[in-house]
């Protein structure tokens, strides 16, 4: 595909259940972000990839909270025992090199609603 | 820290208008980037223009300009011959040049624009 994809779309879950998030980045894009956006707020920071090195895992909001990427490509990330306030929209985004020296290029987002 | 603050929640604009969207940042860093995200109801968030702290000449991207102010910290993006497909959330965005890879967003502005 041209551009960032994501999976799924939509997930609803119960309160307590775990769910998984999937990112397919550009072909090539070595840099990995996840952004989590919730209602009415900008996009906050979770976690940054940069080909083999160790991820940046800082922007995490708790140890339920985990991601990794395989191969240096597809990114996983997933929410353990969720909680109604990590219903947010996910947002994944890919790039060359890191974001100050190339554009940052977004997938359409999973919406994450939790009951 | 970095903290991005866009203080105008809410803007409309008439078909063919210029308006302004504000941003104010706050760093200590004297080398960083600065961006303007459009993200449409569609949820993808496409990068409108960028600037790069150390150029003192103001970015332009056809109908979209910036007024970059380094020593007030400010960063406005100005939308020339608004049209309705400019209508969306505009998100200023801050990274520190050579240090992490974080992007600190503001919260956003909602432009509706009217015919």
């Known amino acids: 595909g041209a551009g960032v994809s994501q999976s799924p779309s939509n997930k609803v879950t119960e309160k307590g259940k775990d769910v998984e998030l999937r990112c397919d980045p550009i072909s090539g894009h070595t840099a990995l972000y996840w952004y989590r956006q919730s209602l009415g707020q900008g996009l906050e920071f979770l976690i940054y990839?940069?080909?083999?090195?160790?991820?940046?895992k800082s922007g995490l909001p708790s140890d339920r909270f985990s991601a990794e990427r395989t191969g240096g490509s597809v990114s996983t990330l997933t929410i353990q025992r969720t909680q109604q306030e990590d219903s947010a929209v996910y947002l994944c985004a890919s790039s060359l090199m890191g974001v100050a020296y190339n554009e940052q290029f977004f997938g359409p987002g999973t919406r994450l609603t939790v009951l | 820290a970095q903290t991005v603050t866009q203080s105008q929640p809410e803007m409309s604009v008439q078909e063919a208008e210029t308006v302004t969207l504000s941003c104010t940042y706050d760093t200590s860093e004297s080398n960083y980037y600065l961006f303007w995200y459009k993200q449409p109801p569609s949820r993808q968030m496409i990068l409108v223009i960028r600037?790069?702290?150390?150029?003192?000449q103001n970015a332009t991207e056809n109908r979209f300009s910036v007024n970059f102010q380094k020593a007030a910290k400010s960063f406005s993006l100005k939308i020339s011959d608004s049209q309705l497909g400019d209508t969306a959330m505009y998100f200023c965005a801050f990274i520190y040049q050579g240090g992490s890879e974080k992007l600190v967003f503001g919260k956003g502005t909602k432009l509706t624009v009217n015919p």
């Open positions: 600037q790069e702290a150390y150029k003192q």
């Open positions: 990839f940069q080909g083999n090195s160790a991820p940046d």
